[in-house]
């Protein structure tokens, strides 16, 4: 069954089971990638060893959250 014969029969449900389709639908596109959380990681634990090793500047927490307007 293609998409469309899918939107065909969603739009026959009854609100809550199209919400619910909604629902299940829109959470399984914030399902974490792997191997995208393993890339972060990685560059996480750089840079805080470069951090510590003095290799990598940080920035104060109040030059991040000033007022800009």
């Known amino acids: 069954m293609g998409s469309k014969e899918i939107l065909e029969q969603a739009l026959k449900l009854r609100p809550?089971?199209?919400?619910?389709?909604?629902?299940?639908?829109?959470g399984?596109?914030?399902e974490p990638d792997a191997s995208l959380e393993e890339i972060w990681a990685e560059?996480?634990?750089q840079r805080l060893t470069a951090y510590r090793e003095d290799r990598l500047g940080g920035i104060?927490?109040?030059?991040?959250?000033?007022?800009?307007?």
Do not use: R
């Not at 809550?16 to 639908?25: G, N, P, Q, Y």
């Not at 104060?60 to 307007?69: A, H, N, T, V």
């Open 16 to 26: 809550e089971e199209k919400f619910s389709v909604v629902e299940k639908l829109l």
């Open 43 to 45: 560059e996480a634990e």
């Open 60 to 69: 104060p927490m109040e030059e991040i959250f000033k007022d800009e307007g």
């Open 28 to 30: 399984s596109l914030d």
